[in-house]
């Protein structure tokens, strides 16, 4: 049988999503009561990171060893692959000797090579089209605070990025009106949003996406590998700051989350994590939560030889 890999949502069924999700509640339940719980003793998690991440890492890396297993984290500078070894080459090689494999990446081409390769699970950690895992965190915030999601609006406030098109494909899985509001130039993906059809809904101003909303979203207005736009970018966005004013617009039951690092002063005000209304750090510490349900979902478990 070959492996379940996880580069997008849409490699799930919505039920499938959303047994991970609650599965991740309870473990998080479970983490909080102090039981020990092993789903994955011995079994190991190669990680290989061609960007930075602080969450990312320590989400996936805590989560192995709570769950009994083990993670190697393997930077570009550390493996055959920063230095021109086919993707093809290094997924076969590696997935001979671990468990299951995270990526996080510039081309999401990369990701799809590898697990076309790998004898292994293979996670989509980030790449520059999508950001799966974070929606896991995000679905899992919103159960936990307001129940299901499904027939809410949500409003993306700010650049159509990789953050921006997995919101998308979790409007289409999760069942949720999405409307996006960007600058002229900066719209998400012209795939993703011929996927969603009426599902998502493109507008200039950033009212008129927030107006009504269950949840409002935003992300760092310059991403990884952008850093060249900064001025450009700092200009163009400067409308499309999250603050209490815009989220008073918003249902009165409004949560806002951030995939975080934010930029203070930019893409949200300076107080915006601290409003009752932010959910980021609960948000933040689901990474760890629906990570750890993916990877029981995703590997087998281990046997347990007498």
Same mark, same amino acid.
């Given at each position: 049988?070959?492996?379940?890999?996880?580069?997008?949502?849409?490699?799930?069924t919505?039920?499938?999503?959303?047994?991970?999700?609650?599965?991740?509640i309870?473990?998080?339940?479970?983490r909080?009561?102090?039981?020990?719980? !092993?789903?994955?003793?011995?079994?190991?998690?190669?990680?290989?990171?061609?960007?930075?991440?602080?969450?990312?890492?320590?989400?996936?890396?805590?989560?192995?060893?709570?769950?009994?297993?083990?993670?190697?984290?393997?930077?570009?500078?550390?493996?055959?692959?920063?230095?021109?070894?086919?993707?093809?080459?290094?997924?076969?090689?590696?997935?001979?000797?671990?468990?299951?494999?995270?990526?996080?990446?510039?081309a999401?081409?990369?990701?799809?090579?590898?697990?076309?390769?790998?004898?292994?699970?293979?996670?989509?950690?980030?790449?520059?089209?999508?950001?799966?895992?974070?929606?896991?965190?995000?679905?899992q915030?919103?159960?936990?605070?307001?129940?299901?999601?499904?027939?809410?609006?949500?409003?993306?406030?700010?650049?159509?990025?990789?953050?921006?098109?997995?919101?998308?494909?979790?409007?289409?899985?999760?069942?949720?009106?999405?409307?996006?509001?960007?600058?002229?130039?900066?719209?998400?993906?012209?795939?993703?949003?011929?996927?969603?059809?009426?599902?998502?809904?493109?507008?200039?101003?950033?009212?008129?996406?927030?107006?009504?909303?269950?949840?409002?979203?935003?992300d760092?207005?310059?991403?990884?590998?952008? !850093?060249?736009?900064?001025?450009?970018?700092?200009?163009?966005?400067?409308?499309?700051?999250?603050?209490?004013?815009?989220?008073?617009?918003?249902?009165?039951?409004?949560?806002?989350?951030?995939?975080?690092?934010?930029?203070?002063? !930019?893409?949200?005000?300076?107080?915006?994590?601290?409003?009752?209304?932010?959910?980021?750090?609960?948000?933040?510490?689901?990474?760890?939560?629906?990570?750890?349900?993916l990877l029981?979902?995703?590997?087998?478990?281990?046997?347990?030889?007498?």
């Amino acid at each position: 049988m070959s492996a379940r890999h996880f580069l997008s949502l849409m490699d799930c069924t919505p039920q499938e999503l959303v047994s991970v999700i609650r599965r991740g509640i309870e473990l998080k339940d479970l983490r909080n009561r102090g039981v020990l719980f !092993e789903s994955l003793k011995n079994r190991v998690l190669g990680m290989i990171f061609e960007k930075s991440s602080t969450r990312t890492r320590v989400s996936f890396e805590a989560g192995m060893i709570q769950l009994g297993g083990q993670a190697i984290f393997l930077s570009s500078r550390d493996t055959q692959l920063g230095r021109g070894e086919p993707i093809a080459d290094s997924a076969i090689v590696m997935s001979s000797m671990l468990d299951a494999v995270m990526i996080r990446t510039f081309a999401h081409n990369t990701v799809t090579e590898f697990a076309a390769h790998s004898r292994v699970p293979v996670i989509n950690g980030l790449t520059d089209d999508l950001h799966p895992c974070q929606l896991l965190a995000d679905m899992q915030t919103f159960l936990e605070h307001r129940g299901s999601i499904q027939g809410k609006t949500v409003a993306w406030i700010g650049d159509g990025n990789n953050m921006c098109n997995s919101y998308i494909e979790a409007a289409i899985q999760f069942d949720f009106q999405l409307r996006v509001a960007c600058p002229k130039g900066y719209e998400p993906d012209a795939r993703f949003l011929a996927q969603a059809g009426d599902r998502v809904t493109l507008v200039r101003d950033p009212r008129d996406a927030v107006v009504g909303a269950h949840l409002v979203s935003t992300d760092v207005w310059t991403s990884m590998g952008q !850093e060249d736009e900064t001025t450009k970018r700092l200009a163009l966005f400067a409308p499309y700051q999250v603050n209490r004013a815009l989220l008073d617009l918003a249902a009165p039951d409004v949560l806002f989350m951030h995939c975080l690092p934010a930029h203070r002063g !930019e893409e949200i005000s300076l107080d915006l994590l601290d409003d009752p209304r932010s959910v980021a750090w609960d948000q933040a510490e689901n990474r760890l939560h629906a990570q750890k349900a993916l990877l029981e979902f995703l590997v087998p478990p281990s046997y347990h030889h007498a």
